[in-house]
């Protein structure tokens, strides 16, 4: 159903079966994301996407669905302050390391979304290091890096039909077994494509 949306003052026409975030990218307006991706189902644990709805605040635009006369901003004061919020809390609990990470030199979406906001900040230091599991053949998983963006989880179960990773109760990422190379992973390289930053990265060409 087509609804009218007023988009940054100015009149829209939304479809209903579609998300705010998938209307707002066909007007040709750029939303910053970190945990969308249009093959699999929406989390919007990043929160990254949030716009502004007038009479109901912030609310994330990948898993919220358009309504007949909603009047909507997708980058005013308050957005573009809590994006900004958002992508330092998300750094606070990231490795630091940019300069030495595989997806440096333009690759990082949280990296490429930090400059665009001119959030600088690395953390103090002080989080407790994870061991790096380097014990698949083909893959590198860093969890130093990992922002719990879901992805990983949800192309390996949505897409392949494997299952490899899981959300844990704290909201972190986990795997069935403690190590890559216990698990039934075959290596398809799906996580790794779509993981937004260096959690996930290929140890040799396949």
């Known amino acids: 159903m087509k609804v009218s949306v007023i988009v940054n003052q100015k009149n829209s026409i939304f479809d209903t079966e579609k998300s705010i975030l998938q209307n707002i990218n066909e007007m ?4 910053p994301t970190l945990c969308y991706h249009e093959d699999i189902s929406t989390s919007g644990v990043c929160k990254v ?3 502004e709805i007038v009479g109901r605040g912030l609310v994330t635009s990948c898993d919220n669905y358009p309504e007949d006369k909603m009047e909507l901003f997708t980058h005013s004061n308050k957005v573009e302050e809590f994006r900004k919020d ?5 750094l606070k609990d990231h490795s630091n390391d940019c300069l ?6 333009g690759d990082c979406e949280l990296q490429n979304i930090s400059y665009e906001y001119g959030v600088e900040n690395r953390g103090d230091g002080t989080r407790e290091k994870k061991a790096i599991d380097n014990s698949s053949f083909a893959f590198v998983r860093d969890m130093n890096k990992c922002i719990g963006c879901q992805k990983c989880v949800k192309v390996c179960e949505e897409i392949q039909g494997i299952g490899v ?17 216990e698990t039934n992973c075959i290596a398809c390289g799906q996580c790794v494509k779509i993981c937004p930053v260096g ?8």
Do not use: P
Not at 28 to 31: H, L, Q, S
Not at 168 to 179: F, S, V, Y
């Open 28 to 31: 040709g307006i750029d939303i």
């Open 49 to 51: 996407c949030s716009v």
């Open 86 to 90: 958002r992508i330092k809390d998300i």
């Open 100 to 105: 030495t990470c595989e997806k440096a030199m």
């Open 165 to 181: 990773y899981c959300v844990k109760e704290d909201g972190t990422i986990g795997m069935t077994h403690e190590t890559l190379a």
């Open 199 to 206: 959690a996930l990265h290929e140890k040799i060409d396949l």
